[in-house]
């Protein structure tokens, strides 16, 4: 095995020279100009515009450690500048139903005039319901709507009447300042959320959100309810450091055993009545392989199972409040030291600190940070992996020992540089989530 890593004298230090590099000398660093240049070129350009921008950044970026803030005030600005955005209009939730739908929708709390935006994905075009006003890093709620396809037909209707139920359901989670509920793409589906343009599409509003409003990417809550209960299990099988809590209400599971690692720093609550028949049975054996994990990990996977005796599909008010209750003050994990990631999706290639070039489901990775800057990396074996880092993790002013299966395979010191922060803030403008150094590791 072996390492690369984006590594290079601080720019600081060669502010100004353009000169090139004579045969066999390293690459003359850019210029804090060039380097500004380079980083809105990145922030506007398309997947191919950004590989050059990083090719042409490669081994002449290195940031001091102190310039970091400054660069992602600045790389935040230019993305925030590019992409779509939410741009919500007045929209009569009711327009698409009629008859006994209609009726549906309205005895469940939905209906009248909402704030609604469109975002454009690559799974198609997304809706979603902004119940409130924006507020400074206010705590924010996404919402999984229920329905399916059930009946012999398209899910359309039943879709459209459960994303109205939302607008009752998500009102009764207080602890939160923004409440979203974003519409599934999917209406064939059996389930339009656990399939992969579930968590596309939500990642796609969260994405917009974070280039519209100033939010808090460390406080953003999900929860499911029946169809929305399935997908939240789904979604924080696949996504577990993108929430800082998950909650599904009224839903069973299809995630089972060892998947169940990639829970491990994200605090997972579920609440559902134990008449609720399959789903009961299908949600109590998924928390039965996740407190498994549990007891031979303790401090770890935390969460709460609820059931209500008595209590069917169709849950109780109070049953809310104690959602509420689980999501309140939790804040995400963002920089966990044991990451444990079991690839569900071949799309996503970067979980907490991980990346993986080519991930399939069947893979698995554990990577834990000590603190005496030693990482030490299993599994992934005939794959690129890379480890990203930054103060957090690690402290630049020492070498940094990386061994994966057992062999020494990076033993150096690191340096930030401004190609990492680009891409580790391009895919998604998460600033409570992004690295400043790397170290790739090939087979």
Avoid at 65 to 88: E, V
Avoid at 265 to 272: E, R
Avoid at 287 to 295: I, P, R, S, Y
């Amino acid at each position: 095995m072996r390492a690369s890593v984006l590594f290079c004298m601080a720019a600081a230090l060669w502010l100004g020279n353009t000169g090139h590099a004579g045969e066999g000398e390293a690459p003359a660093p850019l210029s804090a100009a060039q380097l500004d240049a380079l980083a809105n070129r990145y922030a506007a350009g398309d997947e191919a515009a950004r590989a050059a921008v990083l090719k042409e950044l490669a081994g002449r970026d290195a940031l001091q450690p102190s310039a970091t803030a400054g660069w992602l005030a600045k790389i935040l600005a230019a993305l925030r500048k590019q992409g779509p955005i939410l741009k919500p209009v007045p929209t009569d939730m009711l327009a698409n139903l009629e008859g006994q739908h209609r009726t549906g929708a309205q005895m469940g709390g939905g209906g009248g005039t909402r704030q609604v935006a469109t975002v454009e994905s690559a799974v198609g075009p997304v809706r979603v319901v902004l119940m409130d006003p924006p507020r400074p890093n206010a705590p924010v709620l996404v919402y999984l709507h229920g329905g399916g396809h059930v009946g012999g037909h398209d899910g359309s209707k039943d879709n459209e009447m459960a994303w109205n139920w939302g607008i009752g359901r998500a009102s009764k989670i207080a602890s939160v300042g923004m409440r979203l509920l974003v519409r599934c793409v999917d209406d064939k589906a059996v389930n339009a959320w656990v399939i992969p343009s579930g968590p596309q599409a939500v990642n796609a509003v969260l994405d917009a959100l974070q280039r519209s409003f100033q939010i808090d990417p460390d406080k953003v809550y999900l929860m499911g309810n029946s169809m929305g209960g399935y997908g939240a299990w789904y979604f924080a099988a696949i996504e577990a450091d993108r929430y800082a809590a998950c909650a599904s209400l009224a839903g069973g599971s299809s995630i089972k055993g060892a998947t169940f690692e990639n829970y491990r720093a994200l605090p997972f609550g579920v609440f559902i009545g134990e008449k609720d028949g399959s789903r009961y049975g299908s949600a109590k054996q998924a928390w039965d392989d996740h407190e498994a994990l549990k007891k031979s990990d303790p401090g770890a996977y935390p969460g709460l199972f609820k059931g209500y005796p008595g209590m069917g599909h169709n849950i109780e008010d109070s049953v809310y409040a104690d959602v509420d209750g689980f999501f309140k003050g939790k804040a995400r994990a963002a920089y966990p030291r044991l990451v444990l990631w079991r690839p569900l999706v071949t799309w996503k290639k970067r979980f907490y600190n991980l990346g993986l070039e080519d991930p399939k489901p069947g893979m698995s990775v554990r990577a834990e940070m000590k603190e005496d800057n030693r990482i030490v990396v299993t599994g992934a074996q005939g794959a690129t992996l890379t480890v990203y880092l930054n103060e957090k993790l690690v402290d630049f002013k020492k070498p940094v020992v990386v061994t994966w299966n057992g062999q020494e395979a990076f033993n150096g010191t690191l340096t930030p540089t401004l190609s990492t922060m680009l891409e580790t803030l391009g895919d998604r403008s998460d600033a409570g989530m992004y690295y400043t150094a790397k170290v790739v590791l090939k087979p």
